[in-house]
């Protein structure tokens, strides 16, 4: 538990954190990359192009120091980052580089005068709080993951089975394990990590995709929509690769299934299923599951025009 004195001090900083916080987190990745270049096989290039990973780091970074006093508060999102971090194999040692670099981005994007040692003692302690809980979290996910039947850590080597279009901008790709071994049962509603090598970067990147089938089957299912790629953007390099080169019987790497976005199997409330767009993959996994099951529970299904009748 921080002090009361640290806890000051970095509550005190979360207007500035607001302020001036993407500019923060932009320097911090820059930072990063620089020192630790091998990081790069692990975020996602297409969301630092953007600015998604920036701005998102920003608002949790402040996040952090507003509820330093009861960081419980944001267990919900912890939880949610943890699955994602354990989805892209975000492992402890990871922890002391991002602290690292995000202690020395905070001297030098605010100035020393602005960010005294005594400031950054105290994110240094603040930020090992933060680092302690995640890494709890991300150790029972990937014990969990693990050791479930059919489960396993890390990447594992998966065999497309099928390669199906479902429409002019999206493919399914059936998965079987390239080992022969069992699958685990994933809950409705998570997600795989796909990793695939990039020549152009001579970087492996990894991207996340939606189970869009139900469970208990002799494949994984994922259904990825082709981003427009740009030669000044690094967006839809992966998906284009997965629409126009990876074919039947070729090999993908892919993560355990994870995330906490599910269908809550245990009510027996009336579910209503809305989506837009490839947000719909999810829901397929959730409604596939409740027939499959003999599900009594009253439901309703809405998919918005624009995609309505795009996949089966």
Do not use: C
Request: negative net charge.
């Amino acid at each position: 538990m921080l002090d009361s004195a640290t806890r000051q001090q970095v509550k005190a900083t979360a207007p500035i954190l607001k302020q001036h916080g993407v500019l923060l987190t932009s320097h911090f990745y820059q930072r990063m990359f620089q020192h630790n270049p091998e990081l790069k096989n692990i975020f996602n290039q297409g969301h630092q192009h953007a600015g998604q990973q920036q701005q998102a780091l920003a608002m949790a970074v402040a996040a952090y120091a507003e509820h330093i006093d009861a960081p419980e508060v944001l267990l919900p999102v912890l939880e949610r980052v943890a699955h994602k971090h354990t989805s892209l194999g975000i492992r402890a040692e990871h922890y002391p580089i991002v602290g690292k670099h995000l202690l020395a981005s905070i001297r030098e994007v605010l100035g020393e005068e602005a960010a005294p040692d005594s400031l950054l003692e105290a994110w240094a302690a603040a930020y090992q709080q933060l680092a302690d809980l995640l890494i709890n979290l991300e150790n029972s996910l990937y014990q969990r993951a693990a050791t479930q039947p059919g489960g396993w850590s890390g990447w594992r080597p998966f065999k497309v089975v099928k390669k199906q279009p479902e429409s002019s901008e999206i493919t399914s790709f059936y998965l079987q394990a390239a080992d022969g071994g069992a699958l685990p049962a994933f809950q409705p509603g998570q997600y795989v990590s796909v990793q695939r090598f990039i020549p152009e970067w001579g970087l492996s990147q990894p991207r996340q995709y939606s189970l869009s089938d139900a469970p208990g089957q002799d494949w994984l299912r994922i259904s990825v929509k082709r981003e427009d790629e740009r030669d000044e953007a690094p967006a839809g390099k992966v998906s284009g690769q997965l629409h126009t080169a990876l074919q039947e019987h070729d090999i993908l790497q892919v993560s355990p299934p994870f995330g906490d976005f599910v269908l809550h199997q245990e009510r027996d409330t009336p579910v209503v299923l809305i989506s837009a767009g490839v947000g719909q993959t999810p829901l397929l996994s959730m409604l596939k599951h409740l027939l499959a099951s003999g599900s009594q529970r009253p439901s309703a299904t809405r998919t918005l025009p624009a995609m309505a009748g795009s996949m089966p």
